[in-house]
T-cell receptor
Framework: SAVISQKPSRDICQRGTSLTIQCQVD?????MFWYRQQPGQSLTLIAT?????????ESGFVIDKFPISRPNLTFSTLTVSNLSPEDSSIYLC???????????????FGPGTRLTVT | SQQGEEDPQALSIQEGENATMNCSYK?????LQWYRQNSGRGLVHLIL?????REKHSGRLRVTLDTSKKSSSLLITASRAADTASYFC???????????FGAGTTVTVRA
């Protein structure tokens, strides 16, 4: 497994501003992902954070709104830009710790960042 | 997009009873993972079952997988108040490491 931390744990932001969330892992990991969990909902994958290259976004998510950086194998940031109340969610990073078979990998999640947009 | 459906959506049981929740999915998978989430915080990884496995145990947890029916179940035996949480299944896709999550089951264990 891996120890994953996120900063901040929560924030209240004004409409039109941006929030950058940091995800730090205690060991080098193969894959890092960012998820969104809207109130009372399940998790939706935003993007795969690729080390040294542009993130790969899922349908419905775009780089201008959710720019992602991953400068090395232990750290990533997600920025939520031009905030609106609809962006109020929990944002979670996750990691796959080994490049084992696709059947055997486990994915671990950070503690999440609760964002409220007013 | 989500491919998992879980039922029931909510479950309320007495402490000491067993809790069973089910997860169905639509496409072929490599594995299925169960997670617990307390009070809208991070997800705790509970157990992974591979597509070629049928049953797996971990402490008070028992997971089954029926790939012919595209379904899985999570059984929590001898429930405790601390088991009160939301439980999610997530399926690992055939060609990458991404997960698709079910809608979740909210379990309340009454003392």
């Amino acid at each position: 497994s891996a120890v994953i931390s996120q900063k901040p744990s929560r924030d209240i932001c004004q409409r039109g501003t941006s929030l950058t969330i940091q995800c730090q892992v205690d060991s080098q990991v193969t894959m890092m992902f960012w998820y969104r969990q809207q109130p009372g909902q399940s998790l939706t994958l935003i993007a795969t954070a690729n080390q040294g290259s542009e993130a790969t976004y899922e349908s419905g998510f775009v780089i201008d709104k959710f720019p992602i950086s991953r400068p090395n194998l232990t750290f990533s940031t997600l920025t939520v830009s031009n905030l609106s109340p609809e962006d109020s969610s929990i944002y979670l990073c996750s990691v796959v710790t080994s490049g084992g078979s696709l059947r055997s990998y486990e994915q671990y999640f950070g503690p999440g960042t609760r964002l409220t947009v007013t | 997009s989500q491919q998992g459906e879980e039922d029931p959506q909510a479950l309320s049981i007495q402490e000491g009873e067993n809790a069973t929740m089910n997860c169905s999915y639509k496409t072929s998978i490599n594995n299925l993972q169960w997670y617990r989430q307390n009070s809208g915080r991070g997800l705790v990884h509970l157990i992974l079952i591979r597509s070629n496995e049928r049953e797996k145990h971990s402490g008070r947890l028992r997971v089954t997988l029926d790939t012919s029916k595209k379904s899985s179940s999570l059984l929590i035996t001898a429930s405790r108040a601390a088991d009160t949480a939301s439980y999610f299944c997530a399926t690992g896709r055939s060609n990458d490491y991404k997960l698709s999550f079910g809608a979740g089951t909210t379990v309340t264990v009454r003392a």
